[in-house]
């Protein structure tokens, strides 16, 4: 059973809000990543990370950042929320060096007014 | 980058074998065959992997054909549970990421 947490579940916000999207996982990974997805469509690749104090970008350019201060940690944030933000985001992790076995949270559905 | 080749959706009878195909006629020597699925509105699941050989586990079978162009994932007695939409993905371990596509959506009907 994966242990990777996001919260939280839903978030319905209105325009030029800043947001903090949260997840943890308690299995000592040290990779993580975030996804974007729009219903029905690919998973795109927002932001990644190969330990503490490690964020890359990835595939699909976002104007949101990351952070990795403690390895359990990835928060997404938002300093200005928009209408083209919404969007389902699913944070992930993997054992490093090892990207097979990707574990996902349950996401959070996020939607801008 | 799609690598890969999926029908866009399936039907299968409950109790019945679901035969998922995949083609990847570019794959190159080093790249494994990833399955993962996704129920609706959750994170993606881990199925299964692949190199050369069929793998079988808990959930499904892999089945690589022997040119390793083509490649069907088998779940031998399909229940409602295991609608979704199953992502083929092809990819070397060492890559930052696997790349999900659109995938094919099955559903297993009653």
């Known amino acids: 059973e994966a242990d990777i947490y996001q919260t939280p579940r839903y978030l319905v916000i209105g325009t030029g809000k800043k947001i903090t999207l949260e997840c943890s996982q308690t299995?000592?990974?040290?990779?993580m990543y975030w996804y974007q997805q729009d219903p029905g469509m690919e998973l795109h690749l927002i932001h990644y990370s190969y330990g503490v104090n490690s964020t890359e970008k990835g595939d699909l350019s976002s104007e949101s950042t990351v952070s990795r201060i403690r390895t359990e940690h990835f928060p997404l944030t938002l300093e200005s929320a928009r209408p083209s933000h919404t969007s389902q985001y699913l944070c992930?992790?993997?054992?490093?060096?090892?990207?097979?076995?990707?574990?996902f949270g349950p996401g959070t559905r996020l939607t801008v007014t | 980058d799609a690598k890969t080749t999926q029908p866009p959706s399936m039907d299968c009878a409950e109790g019945r074998a679901a035969n998922l195909p995949c083609n990847h006629s570019t794959i190159s020597g080093n790249e494994y065959v990833y399955w993962y699925r996704q129920i609706h509105s959750q994170g993606p699941q881990y199925i299964i992997h692949?190199?050369?050989n069929n793998e079988t586990n808990e959930m499904a079978s892999l089945i690589i054909t022997e040119d390793r162009k083509s490649s069907t994932l088998i779940l031998p007695h399909a229940t409602l549970r295991d609608t979704a939409v199953y992502y083929c993905i092809v990819s070397v371990t060492g890559a930052n990421n696997l790349f999900f596509g659109t995938g094919t959506r099955l559903t297993v009907i009653p």
């Open positions: 299995m000592g990974h040290d990779k």
């Open positions: 692949g190199l050369k």
């Open positions: 992930a992790s993997s054992e490093l060096g090892q990207i097979y076995e990707q574990y």
